[in-house]
Every structure is written in C-alpha cells, then in structure tokens.
C-alpha cells in the first residue's frame, strides 16, 4: 500500500519541498503529482496556491502491512490490517480474533511485534519511517487506565507526602504517565531502575 501526502505552497517546487520535508525524504524517494497549479487571480483577488500530491515509493513487499501480515502469519495469526498515515507516521491496525494473543501482558507482545517490524522496515529503507500497531483499541484503553491511575497515584502522594513507586512499565508507558502528571503544581516524576525494570517514581516536588 501507498502513502501519500497533499502539500501547498506559492509555487509548484515550494509545495514540493513542503512534501519532502514532511515526509522527511530525497526527491528521487517520492512521486511527484501535480494536483493543481498556483494563480494570481485578478486584483490578488481568486489567487490560488499550488498543491502537489507525493507518494513514497516502496517496493510492495517492503510496505509495513504487508510485513505485519507475514508476522503474524509465522504466528498463526489469521487477521486483518487496516492501514492509515497520520502526521507522516504509518498506522496499523490488526482485526482478528485472537486480540489477547496479540496484546499478551500490558501490551508487551504487541510492543514486541511493533518494534519488529520496525526494524525489517528501516534496516531495508531509504526513508526511515516510524509505524504504529494497535489491534482492537487496545491503545486507547491502555492510555485512559494509565491516565486514570496517574491521577489516583498523584492524590495519593499528596494526602501521604510520600512518594510512591509504580510497577516497572514500558517505555511507551512510562512516557503516558510523565506526561499526565506534568502539569501538576504539586507532584513530579522521573524513572528510575535499568531496563525492564525501569519503573516511574511519584513524588512531591521539592521547593
């Protein structure tokens, strides 16, 4: 599957250049279509600005789908991708119905299957890309019950003034908390801890 993106600009080469910066690529990495081309108009009134379509090219059997969909079935996984390009990010949903196996314990199978095929990507692409995997929402959700416990963690910390650990967490995890409580006046966090276990402490902020 192709990704493409629509840019602007005041010239055809401007939205070009807009593309290539988005798509973080070389002029010989993309298709280039014109969709339209910029006019004055009369009086500076009607005026138009170019819009140009780029596409990346990539061999089809080096599009992330098409990876993720021989992962899974080397794991016997009978599903189905959805694929979307967000902010110049590839994401990939998986529907099937064998989601838990998918998901495994606080997303660590699927964080498995994402760092994967992360690295067959960019070790074979010209344009390094960042792909997501989610199946089932299970992102979403993950992030309101992290939100969620943050909050809880917080009023804790605050009725007790004592600092609390959490259980060790993913990086991805780790970050959802950081940032939730960062606003707050009267709790901070920081990690702690060396590879898996490397957990978020919360704590009252030193004045």
Not at 161 to 174: C, F, G, I, N, Y
Request: glycine share 6%; with cysteine; proline share 2%.
């Amino acid at each position: 599957m192709q990704h493409y993106i629509e840019t602007e600009g005041d010239t055809v080469e401007e939205a070009i250049e807009q593309a290539l910066n988005e798509l973080e690529a070389t002029r010989e990495q993309v298709t280039i279509d014109i969709v339209t081309e910029p006019t004055k108009g009369i009086l500076n009134f009607g005026a138009k600005q170019a819009k140009v379509r780029a596409t990346l090219k990539q061999d089809v059997t080096s599009a992330p789908d098409a990876i993720l969909s021989e992962i899974l079935s080397r794991m016997g996984v009978d599903a189905e991708i959805e694929s979307s390009f967000i902010d110049g990010s590839t994401h990939l949903n998986i529907a099937t119905d064998s989601p838990a196996l998918l998901i495994g314990k606080h997303g660590q199978t699927l964080d498995a299957i994402e760092r994967l095929l992360n690295c067959i990507i960019n070790k074979a692409s010209l344009v390094k890309r960042r792909v997501f995997v989610d199946t089932e929402g299970y992102r979403k959700r993950r992030e309101e019950r992290l939100v969620e416990m943050a909050h809880q963690v917080a009023e804790k910390v605050k009725y007790t003034d004592r600092e609390v650990v959490l259980a060790p967490m993913s990086a991805r995890d780790r970050r959802i908390i950081h940032v939730t409580l960062k606003g707050d006046d009267v709790v901070s966090t920081y990690s702690q801890g060396e590879g898996e276990m490397r957990r978020v402490v919360v704590t009252t902020q030193q004045f």
